[in-house]
């Protein structure tokens, strides 16, 4: 079963250029979570998803340190 959750990084409206520049930016710093396919991103959205429940909260952690260590945050008010 995938577990999914998709991270929102707070970005309200962007324009092309900004976004190019977020998502390279994103896709930087989570490098190697992508590549081993535990995390996808798109522009401001991130996409974590993994095989099995076991594992999935510790990929979330190593996200959202990733962020904080970048200073970047989670805008929660997306998620209401």
């Known amino acids: 079963m995938l577990r999914e959750v998709t991270v929102k ?3 309200e409206r962007i324009d092309t ?5 977020v998502e390279a930016m994103m896709n930087e710093i989570l490098q190697d979570l992508i590549n081993t396919g535990e ?3 798109f522009i401001d959205d991130i996409i974590v998803g993994i ?3 076991e594992g999935h909260d510790e990929v979330v952690e190593k996200v959202v340190r990733r962020l904080a260590e970048n200073d970047l945050y ?3 008010e997306k998620y209401k």
């Not at 250029?17 to 520049?21: A, D, F, P």
């Open 9 to 11: 990084i707070g970005l």
């Open 74 to 76: 989670i805008k929660l």
């Open 39 to 41: 995390v996808a991103s």
């Open 51 to 53: 095989e099995e429940n």
């Open 17 to 21: 250029q900004e976004g190019m520049t």
